[in-house]
T-cell receptor, first 114, second 113 residues
């Protein structure tokens, strides 16, 4: 399978604890943000998204927080499970600018310890 | 239902050969995207289509790279005169329409020897 995370920032958490993964984005014109989960050997999988007119959005066990002032995005995972182990990427998009391409940030490797 | 599929999953080719990578998007998805992903990094945008029209090809590295989607469904990414630096994972994604969630395929691992 594909080996990712060779030089990625790593976050290690105990099973059952909450995880917080952070991301700094670059384009102040970006108005759509997405978190993707990528397991070894697989393509990125959509987790949750948020538009720039919001600062918080909740899903099942996940919450995304957006701080446009400092161009910061975070993903919170509640009660982290072994199946959450993966590389997590944030991505940004400038929808109103007419572009339709995701720009991905540096991934974070999440390791869940039993 | 079926997700995004790509073929071949693995391709090994000799330097100088042409390769064609295929993407079959989710049925009914208007938008189709091509990305390239290096080990340990996020996908990097190459090009995208709405229906059969190529909307943005600003991410294609050079003129050896081209893509088409002639009937607004299946897409082919072609790399001519491959070079070793072209070795990477090539990923395709599709979305219902522009600005919606993108679903990624399993990718084609290209190795140029």
């Amino acid at each position: 399978g594909e080996s990712v995370g060779l030089h990625l920032p790593t976050l290690s958490v105990q099973e059952g604890d909450n995880s917080i993964i952070n991301c700094a984005y670059s384009n102040s014109a970006s108005d759509y943000f997405i978190w993707y989960k990528q397991e070894s050997g697989k393509g990125p999988q959509f987790i949750i998204d948020i538009r720039s007119n919001m600062d918080k959005r909740q899903g099942q066990r996940v919450t995304v927080l957006l701080n446009k002032t400092v161009k910061h995005l975070s993903l919170q995972i509640a009660a982290t499970q072994p199946g959450d182990s993966a590389v997590y990427f944030c991505a940004e998009e400038d929808l109103t600018g007419g572009g339709n391409k995701l720009t991905f940030g540096t991934g974070t490797q999440l390791k869940v310890e039993l | 239902g079926a997700g995004v599929s790509q073929s071949p999953r693995y391709k090994v080719t000799k330097r100088g050969q042409d390769v064609a990578l295929r993407c079959d998007p989710i049925s009914g998805h208007v938008s189709l995207y091509w990305y390239r992903q290096a080990l340990g990094q996020g996908p990097e945008f190459l090009t995208y289509f709405n229906y059969e029209a190529q909307q943005d090809k600003s991410g294609l590295p050079n003129d050896r790279f081209s893509a088409e989607r002639p009937e607004g469904s299946i897409s082919t990414l072609t790399i001519q005169r491959t070079e070793q630096r072209d070795s990477a994972m090539y990923r395709c994604a599709s979305s219902l329409r522009q600005g919606h969630e993108q679903y990624f395929g399993p990718g084609t691992r290209l190795t140029v020897t």
